[in-house]
């Protein structure tokens, strides 16, 4: 039973579009993130929700809005697409902020803006 | 604000040679450092941890860490390389306070020579 599980694995969509990938922990986490990965296999936290609420909104364009219904669920919808915004976007959850538990990441969410 | 630097964004051994994986960090409060690893098209996994206690902190896989303040240093180690262990490694350091994210390093890449 996957830990915590993105849909789709794969996108690929034309720029301009909307789209948005969802994200599920079964793990009884109390926060969940968003990070970026770019074709360097940087990682870049985006966003962080704690119990439904915001806690962490890095300097992320607004075309990218998180939605969380529940602390097992945070969604990323993306409006506008652009060129740029091609990457692999990971999810992930921690207990406790995960300040020292460390994250658990899903498989990624590989996003192919043409 | 904290950050990670890993030295070295490639790093070729031979199977059954030593790897030494590095990693050098920067926080304003004592750390909390964490490696994971990334097989091809995978999300990350957690090898190991350091929080507070023991420095030397044993992971899986066979991998182990030693975290040295002086040094601001969490370099990774693993005595005999496997093929398996191909991939890439990244560092990250945890900030404190009440939005907590891991800052991760650039990555390193791991080819196994046969």
């Known amino acids: 039973d996957t830990a915590v599980s993105q849909t789709p694995k794969y996108l690929v969509t034309q720029m301009g579009n909307d789209k948005s990938i969802k994200c599920e922990q079964n793990l009884g986490h109390d926060t969940m993130y968003w990070y970026k990965q770019d074709s360097k296999k940087f990682l870049k936290i985006m966003f962080s929700y704690n119990n439904k609420e915001l806690i962490i909104n890095e300097t992320v364009p607004n075309r990218f809005s998180p939605k969380s219904p529940d602390k097992a669920h945070l969604n990323l919808h993306i409006n506008s697409l652009e060129l740029g915004d091609s990457a692999v976007y990971f999810c992930?959850?921690?207990?406790?902020?995960?300040?020292?538990?460390?994250?658990?990441f899903g498989s990624g969410t590989r996003l192919t803006v043409v | 604000a904290q950050s990670v630097t890993q030295l070295g964004s490639h790093v070729s051994v031979s199977e059954g040679a030593l790897v030494l994986l590095r990693c050098n960090y920067s926080?304003?409060?004592?750390?909390?450092l964490f490696w994971y690893v990334q097989y091809p098209n995978q999300g990350l996994q957690l090898l190991l941890k350091y929080t507070t206690g023991a420095t030397l902190v044993k992971g899986i896989n066979g991998f182990e860490a030693e975290f040295k303040k002086s040094e601001t240093s969490f370099h990774l180690t693993k005595p005999s390389a496997h093929m398996s262990d191909a991939a890439e490694y990244f560092c990250a350091v945890s900030e404190g306070g009440g939005a907590q994210k891991l800052v991760f390093g650039q990555g390193t890449r791991l080819t196994i020579n046969p």
């Open positions: 926080s304003s409060v004592p750390p909390y």
């Open positions: 992930a959850s921690s207990q406790e902020g995960g300040r020292g538990y460390g994250y658990t």
